[in-house]
């Protein structure tokens, strides 16, 4: 039975509906992490990505479920990319981990959808699209959160403007100050 896009992922999810999501995340993990590991430390900033995304997304709102499995599956193509390409740069990553999350969500069962909105999230997750989704720009801002250098105040507002929701640039701000005391 498919479910309205509405009640699909919110946010804001009753118990039985998050146990639901927990166990669909846990099955999309247990195909991407062995892909992730192929690449040192690939499958912890991946962690911490997914974990800010449950943050951003709880209070900012958007399709949980689409935030979550983009936030795993963001850099799936990276250990692909560097076999094929010998880098990692983003239309290598992004172009393999298309390809990779779209398998991984088709053996999942994951309706269309669903999966055209994270495979095009992991598809574009290293350019700054002019009308992004929540959704990306939930994953967007727990991906920097993981990668920005917040040691340097003279940055922190050219920094803090690269972020496109109030959460994250609030998460930002109080790792610019727990860096910089």
């Given at each position: 039975?498919?479910r309205?896009?509405a009640?699909?992922g919110?946010?804001?999810t009753?118990?039985q509906?998050?146990d639901?999501?927990?166990?669909?995340?846990?099955?999309?993990?247990?195909?991407?992490e062995?892909?992730?590991?192929?690449?040192?430390?690939g499958h912890?900033h991946?962690?911490?990505?997914?974990?800010?995304?449950?943050?951003l997304?709880?209070q900012?709102g958007?399709d949980?479920?689409?935030?979550?499995?983009?936030?795993m599956?963001?850099?799936?193509?990276?250990?692909?990319?560097?076999a094929k390409?010998s880098?990692?740069?983003?239309?290598?990553?992004?172009?393999?981990?298309?390809?990779?999350?779209?398998r991984?969500?088709?053996?999942?069962?994951?309706?269309e959808?669903?999966?055209?909105?994270i495979?095009?999230?992991?598809?574009?997750?290293?350019?700054?699209?002019?009308t992004?989704s929540l959704?990306?720009r939930?994953?967007?801002?727990?991906?920097?959160?993981?990668?920005?250098?917040?040691s340097n105040?003279?940055r922190?507002?050219?920094t803090?403007?690269?972020f496109y929701t109030?959460?994250?640039?609030?998460?930002?701000?109080?790792?610019?100050?727990?860096r910089?005391?």
């Amino acid at each position: 039975m498919k479910r309205k896009s509405a009640e699909r992922g919110q946010s804001r999810t009753s118990g039985q509906g998050r146990d639901v999501l927990e166990k669909t995340l846990r099955s999309l993990w247990s195909l991407a992490e062995p892909e992730l590991k192929r690449r040192q430390d690939g499958h912890w900033h991946t962690l911490e990505v997914v974990e800010n995304a449950r943050k951003l997304v709880a209070q900012e709102g958007g399709d949980r479920r689409v935030a979550l499995a983009a936030a795993m599956l963001h850099d799936v193509g990276i250990p692909e990319a560097l076999a094929k390409y010998s880098s990692a740069d983003g239309p290598y990553q992004q172009k393999e981990g298309e390809a990779i999350a779209r398998r991984f969500l088709l053996q999942l069962g994951w309706d269309e959808i669903e999966r055209e909105a994270i495979c095009y999230i992991v598809a574009h997750h290293h350019e700054r699209p002019s009308t992004p989704s929540l959704e990306f720009r939930v994953v967007w801002d727990a991906d920097a959160l993981v990668n920005e250098d917040f040691s340097n105040p003279a940055r922190q507002e050219e920094t803090l403007a690269t972020f496109y929701t109030a959460t994250g640039r609030e998460m930002a701000r109080v790792k610019f100050q727990a860096r910089t005391g």
